[in-house]
């Protein structure tokens, strides 16, 4: 019961502060910085192996998506003193920050992903009928 009260009292205080939670939740909870952050999480990658670690992301969303994580401070970009010249990407500390929820998040995704394709499922057939 003490987890519902704090989640009211979260919920409220969220609520109060709109102004300054809706736009912090719109630069982290977009289609690919979960996944990007998780990529870069264990050890800063180059932007090829990133997209290549993310199955379905586009050159253009991954370059834009890693543009907006750099200027939200992150994730770091270091240009490589190699031939041809390379880019490296990796996590800041504050990026590291989100490593917790995230992974909270990315295990209630693989525990409840059957149960959520199955509710769209019969939610689809029962507007078919």
């Not at 970009?77 to 800041?92: K, M, Q, S």
Request: proline share 5%; glycine share 4%; hydrophobic share 45%.
């Amino acid at each position: 019961m003490a987890d519902d009260t704090d989640l009211a009292t979260l919920s409220a205080r969220a609520l109060s502060n709109m102004e300054v939670v809706r736009p912090v939740l719109d630069k982290i909870a977009d289609k690919w910085t979960i996944l990007i952050l998780t990529v870069l999480c264990p050890e800063p990658a180059r932007f090829n192996e990133i997209k290549r670690r993310l199955d379905g992301v586009t050159h253009k969303a991954l370059a834009d998506a890693l543009k907006r994580l750099e200027r939200n401070g992150l994730v770091t970009r270091t240009v490589l003193p190699t031939a041809p010249i390379g880019v490296e990407y990796a996590i800041t500390p504050l990026g590291h920050s989100l490593r917790q929820p995230f992974e909270a998040l990315c295990s209630w995704a693989l525990e409840h992903g059957e149960a959520i394709a199955a509710a769209s499922s019969a939610y689809d057939q029962a507007k078919e009928v």
